[in-house]
């Protein structure tokens, strides 16, 4: 499964990549404005610290709009995934865009049948946000089970693009569904690599290193 970072935090993104832990990038006009940058620079210097695809939301409601602000977006650079909602409009711009040869990321699923349908508009990806269906008492792995059953009963090429994702349990799930990607924020990220009896392993093993009065590093 692939790992996105979601977020616009540039620091963050860097950490991240350098590590060799982070796919890809998503970000929607709320992480930007958390950002506090400028939108097209940041997507920008973004780019450049993944090979991976970076999604950039466009903002229009209306498919003519759209399409002119995903004009101005791929521009940007190669690895420029357009975001687009799952909405009428969202949908024949996807349609479009793949048409062209670029990558279109389907956002703001929350049901199977919106899933359907940005498969057959041609989505690279779809995004369906499991935080904020667990948060309004629906449970969001639910979803990606129904969709991953779907995509597989036709063969469908989009990418499950896990989203929203909260905790490492939803990473843990989405993984064991087979979803193809997750999106989360870089500190979920880190928590996965959390686990107590490792820490304990850890202090065990140098509490009985430090007996042999030994070091490694010698010159
Ligand atoms: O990429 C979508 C994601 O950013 C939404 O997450 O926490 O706002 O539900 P959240």
Redesign the pocket.
Known sequence: MKFFA?TADIPAIRELAEAGLVDGV???P??IAKSGADFLEVTREICGLVDGPV?AEVVALDHATMLREAEVLRKIADNVCI?VPLTIDGLKTCRALTGEGTMVNV??CFSANQALLAAKAGATFV?P?V??HD?NGFDGMSLISDIRLIYDNYAFDTEILV????HATHVLEAARIGADVA?M?PAVIKTLANHVLTDKGLEGFATDWGTTGQTILRD
């Open positions: 979601d998503t970000t929607n709320s992480l999604s975001k956002t703001l995004s946000f935080g904020r948060d989203a929203s994702v909260r999106t924020p």
